[in-house]
Structure formats: C-alpha cells, structure tokens
C-alpha cells in the first residue's frame, strides 16, 4: 500500500521539473524575440518612462520634477530604477514592475510612502523604504514577478562591481571590447611586465623549435636499417 503513493509522488516530481525545465527554455525563446522588438522609451527628465531590460543589465537614475508613471520589464536580466533623483508627482506616482528570471530593485528616498502588491511566483516582493513623512506622496509599486526577485529599498545596488555592468556602460549602437581584444591591448603596452613577458616567450619558442627540429634532421641523416641501395653500401 505504501508503494503507490510514492510512485505517484515519483511522477509528480519528474512532471514538475519537466514542466520546469520546458517553462524555462521556452521563456528563454520569448526574451530573445522580445529583445528584438522592445525598447526602453523616456529619458532621465521624462515624467513617464518605460524601461525594458532583457539578457543585460540597467541603471536608470531618473531626474524628473514630476514623476507620474513608469514600468519597468527584466527578463533574464538585472535591472535598478532610482528614484532618488526624481521628485513625484503630488498626486503619487504608479509603477509597473515585471520580472521574469531576474532581479529588480527600485530605490527610492527615504520619507516616501510605498505600497507594493501583486503576485510572486516562485520569487518575491519586499519594500524596505523606512518611515513615510507626514503628507508625503505615494510610490504604487504593481510587481509580477516569476522565479525572481522585486525590491523597493533606499540603498541602490552596485553594478559598477558586477560583470553586466559592460554591457550597461556601453553607449547605444556601441559593444564592449571582446576579451581578446583587450588582451592585445595590454600586450602592446610599452614597458609592462606582460609585454617583457610575450618578449621572452617569442624567444623561447623559436629555440624549442630548433631544438625539435635538429633531431628531426640528424635522423634523416642516417640510412634506415636494412637499406642497401648503392649509397648506403660501400661495396
């Protein structure tokens, strides 16, 4: 009797992470179509932005004097909204969050009112935004988030110090130097110890080519055994 429930049990697990693995390669497909067709629209002084972030990184600082609306999009990605520049509206501002296998954070200052609701799915969404000011307006923050992670905090994360960061840096329409390429960079630098380095291994390998190839030659000196052609025999 005992048997049958933990075959059953057996079956549900192998489903579940059979649904796992064919949810998560799916997705995969989608963030590459949607990074094709989605781009972020607003800039620093806009009162209503939307961000979008998809396999990369984003540090928005946003600077508006009346900042009203905005929506933010991470998938496979990480991605940080602050707000600390910015002033709200006095109406409030509404936010729209969604994180798709990633992490989000948005900073805000401290003294702001915030409300943060919706579902997390294999994730969660936290506000750690300390005591609201008296009269102060409100930050609604709408977070779906899915095998993720949503935060709304007053310390910003930083991304300077993590390896997306490169592709965060680099300007629209232009692409962080390939590793090779930096690797030459530091090579043809004057005076470095890398350079003395790549200096003494071109010296080196030229020698080890010599010393492989002198064997090499006395070999091809002596007759092979049992040859006797004429030049190999003396009588």
Do not use: C
Not at 18 to 46: N, W
Not at 122 to 135: I, Q, V
């Amino acid at each position: 009797m005992t048997r049958l429930p933990l075959r059953l049990v057996g079956r549900l697990l192998g489903f579940l992470v059979a649904a796992l693995f064919i949810g998560t390669i799916a997705s995969a497909i989608a963030a590459a179509v949607a990074k094709r067709r989605l781009v972020s629209i607003g800039g620093p002084e806009d009162d209503e932005v939307a961000l979008v972030t998809i396999y990369g990184s984003l540090d928005f600082r946003s600077a508006a004097t009346s900042f009203r609306r905005g929506s933010l999009l991470a998938w496979f990605a990480g991605g940080q909204l602050d707000l600390r520049g910015a002033t709200l509206d006095p109406a409030g501002a509404d936010l729209d969050v969604r994180t798709i296998f990633a992490g989000t954070n948005v900073v805000v200052p401290e003294g702001w009112r915030v409300t943060v609701e919706g579902p997390a799915i294999f994730g969660a969404n936290s506000a750690r935004a300390g005591e609201p000011g008296a009269g102060a307006p409100e930050l609604r923050v709408r977070a779906v988030t899915v095998f993720g992670g949503t935060m709304v905090s007053a310390e910003a994360w930083d991304l300077a110090a993590s390896e997306q960061t490169l592709v965060v840096a680099a300007e629209p329409g232009t692409t962080a130097p390939e590793p090779a390429e930096a690797v030459v960079a530091t090579e043809a630098t004057p005076g470095t110890a890398v350079e003395e380095h790549v200096a003494e291994a071109a010296t080196v390998a030229p020698k080890r080519r010599r010393r492989r190839a002198a064997p090499d030659a006395a070999a091809a000196d002596q007759p092979a055994a049992g040859d006797h052609s004429p030049a190999a025999d003396p009588g």
